[in-house]
Each structure stands twice: as C-alpha cells, then as structure tokens.
C-alpha cells in the first residue's frame, strides 16, 4: 500500500478502546455499586421500584449481619476475659479474704484535705495529703474495680481543716460515693462569730445531708477568745441530739 508523503502512520495499540457494550456494562456496575439515592434509602420500601426495593433489602440484611457479628464478638471477648479472671489466684479467693486485703492495700488511711489561701496567686484551692498506697489495684480489671467501687470512701477517714474544703470535696465527689464515707474527722478553729456560724450552717446543712452514711464524726474545736466556746458547745449539743437520732456517734474534744 502506498502513502503519500506527509502521512503519518499511528502505533496500533494493544488495548484498544472499550466498545459501546462495554461501556454499557461498566455504566451498569457503577449503578449497581451506587444504586440508589440518599431520599430513596430514607423512603418507605413500598413506594421503590421492585429493583430498588431488593438493593434496598440486601443493604438491610447486610448492616444488621455487621452489627450481629459485632455483638457476637463482643460477647465472645467478653466471656473470654471473665473465664480469664476467674483462673486467677486472687479472684479464686474467698471474698472475706479479698476484703481483707483490700482493707490492707486501700484501707485504714486518713486523708488530709486541707485549704491554704494564697491571695491572689493560689492556683488549687483543695490540697490532698500524698497517698499512702498506690490505686493500681483500682486498674487490674473491671472484675476487681467493680469490688472496690465505693471501699476507698468506706473503709479510709477524710479529715478537714476548713469549711471551704468541705464544700468543694462535696462538689467534686458524686452522693452515691459520699453517702458510703463512715468516718470523718473535723479540726475547727474559731477566731469570730462569723466563722463559727459558717462552721455550724455547714455542719447542719452539707455533712448531715450529703454524708449520710456517717458512724462515726470527730471534731476538735479551738476557739479564741476562749469565751465563745461555751456558745459553740450549746450549738454543738443540739448537733449531738441530731446526731443520736440518725444513730451517729458524735464526739467532741475541746
């Protein structure tokens, strides 16, 4: 065959162009993987065409075969861990015997919650006395935290030397872990009128209402000048009365 100069021949290639069917074809695969619209999906089934009624069916079934699985699996882990725990030592213990080590590890502690005002440069108005003990134990597994949920407050003495951290330990702790607290310890000083009714609305008012598992509350007054005792004991004898009826054991050392 001859060509005329100027011609030029192109390099045939290997893969040619796709036909008009296959174009067709993939045109149908993208709708398939995208066959509905987002009102579609929300519409009533009854209202789709009967091919979108069973696309619509399939994405049904598969979503609620997902969250099967997932809800398998998660029962599966969850037996899996249990079975775990109940192997170890520890858990197989009797529970008297965890509840003494308990006592051991987190127990029988005083917590020193004091409040320091700097001016106006103070930062944490509630300073906690270093712990004693490490609260790892808390962390080994849900199993144990669930048995110590409430020990630390129940089984440990808080001590306070001011009314304004009273309040802001009531604010911070939830009421279902300061109705477990059974022991409290209050050292008061009183240099004027004032802070003594401030001492006296708190003590009729947050400690009676909020810690209402108490069993045991000590409270060491110191009053200058030394006059107003006598007007703190009157008020501290009515506390004794309302104390013995709610069965708490009300000591006071002056």
């Known amino acids: 065959m001859r ?24 045109i149908a695969s993208l709708l398939r993987t995208f066959p509905i619209t987002r009102e579609q999906l929300t519409a009533d089934i ?14 049904n079934r598969k ?9 398998r699996l998660k029962a599966y882990r969850r037996l899996r861990k249990a079975a775990r725990n109940q192997r170890s030592p520890f858990i197989s213990l009797p529970p008297e015997i965890r509840n003494m080590i308990y006592g051991y590890v987190v127990g029988n502690q005083v917590f020193k919650l004091d409040y320091k005002c700097k001016g106006t440069r103070a930062l944490n108005i509630a300073r906690i006395s270093p712990l004693k003990f490490e609260l790892s134990l808390l962390f080994t597994c849900r199993f144990i935290e669930k048995e110590l949920d ?7 003495s808080f ?4 009314h304004v951290a009273v309040y802001k330990f009531i604010n911070l ?11 409290l310890n209050l050292d008061i000083t009183l240099f004027s009128k004032r802070n003594m009714e401030k001492w006296l609305r708190l003590m009729n008012t947050a400690v ?47």
Not at 18 to 24: A, D, G, H, M
Not at 63 to 71: D, F, G, V
Not at 159 to 162: D, E, G, N, P, Q
């Open 150 to 156: 409430g020990f630390i407050f129940k089984k440990n």
């Open 173 to 183: 702790v939830p009421d279902s872990n300061l109705a477990r607290i059974e022991t």
């Open 63 to 71: 979503s609620k075969t997902e969250e099967l699985r997932a809800k």
């Open 46 to 59: 009854s209202q789709l065409p009967l091919k979108e009624k069973v696309i619509r069916k399939g994405i």
């Open 3 to 26: 060509l005329r100069s100027g011609t030029i021949l192109a390099a045939r290639d290997d893969n040619p162009r796709p036909s008009r069917r296959r174009k067709v074809d993939i």
């Open 208 to 254: 009676l209402e909020k810690f209402t598992g108490l069993k045991y509350v000590e409270v060491r007054a110191r009053a200058y000048p030394r006059a107003r005792i006598d007007e703190w004991m009157d008020e501290m004898e009515r506390l004794e009365e309302v104390g013995k009826e709610r069965n708490m054991d009300w000591k006071i050392v002056s």
């Open 159 to 162: 001590r306070f030397h001011h």
